[in-house]
């Protein structure tokens, strides 16, 4: 979760990983770096959460493997189906640090909620096998659960797709992949909605913050310096179907303003929740009948227009 990264080593780190790209110029050094800058930014804790009692006998663990994927790479999977067999369908997409048994309690919460789930870990966390993550292979993990999500919930009325920090980054880079390629083919976009929580806009927003508070050099230009953008604010415009917004307003490590500007910058139909007392983890538990009702209002809200064929092209 992007909270511990900002709380135990980027608060100290990432600021001074920018100023160390800043002071190094050699492609070797500014290699090195930029691993390092993956390496701090994902913290990728081994093992399993202090705090996982293990899955239900319900749930269905199962590894992915495309053949885009090197030998030896696999994406590992949840499906915890819903009690009833027609419910709408979760693709849960979590943030950093923490493997799916770390997230197992949200999981749980979505689906109590009446939604079947599908969790991924991304390569490199959990019992996903791969390099260490990167800001195009998350993306790329992304991309290849979608594809077994839509074979799992085959209604696109019944699809939802749900972001938790740096999560709803990539979330919102899905959304905007699949609006994208439903405009070229002139279809609906086949997802009912995304629900993003406890997100930012940018990266480099996020960590200039953090540089901010912790730097005697205010002007350092550490957005500049990243080479893991995670640029929501500018896709966010293009996902193309309805939106929820999720943050905590006592959120210490991501501030609400950045759910606030991602959901000004987003087209309707569109809803903000902002949670009182809310924290980067707890908004979800805290919202309780407010944040489930929420949810049952994007399924319900209308879905983004089919794109029309172009009536300017020639006629045959």
Sequence with gaps: MFSTLMSRLGRRWLPLLCMALLIVGLPVGCGVLKYKERELLFRIEPGTASWYRGLPQDVQ???????SFKGGQNLHAWWWPAARRDAPSILYLHGVRWNLTGQAFRIEQLRAMGYSVLAIDYR??????????????????????WERFTAM???ANKRLIYGHSLGGAVAIDLAADLAAQAKKDHVAVPVRGLVI??????LGDAVAQV???NLPVKSLPVRWLLSQKFDSIDKITDIDM?????????????P??????????ANEPKRLL????????????????????????LMKAKPAQVAAVNRSSPQT
Aim: no cysteine.
């Design 153 to 155: 919930q085959p209604d």
């Design 211 to 213: 540089a901010d508070e």
């Design 124 to 145: 490199g966390f959990g019992q996903s096998k791969g390099d260490l993550p990167s800001e195009a292979s998350v993306y790329e993990d992304a991309r290849v659960a």
């Design 197 to 202: 929580e406890s997100t930012f806009t940018t």
């Design 61 to 67: 663990e199962f590894d992915i493997k495309p053949a």
């Design 256 to 265: 609400s303003r950045f759910s606030q500007q991602l959901f000004n910058a």
């Design 274 to 297: 902002l949670i009182p007392g809310g924290t980067h983890n707890n908004s979800m538990s805290l919202g309780g009948s407010q944040y489930r009702q929420a949810i049952e209002h």
């Design 242 to 254: 309805p939106l929820l917004v999720v943050h905590g307003l006592a959120d210490a490590f991501m």
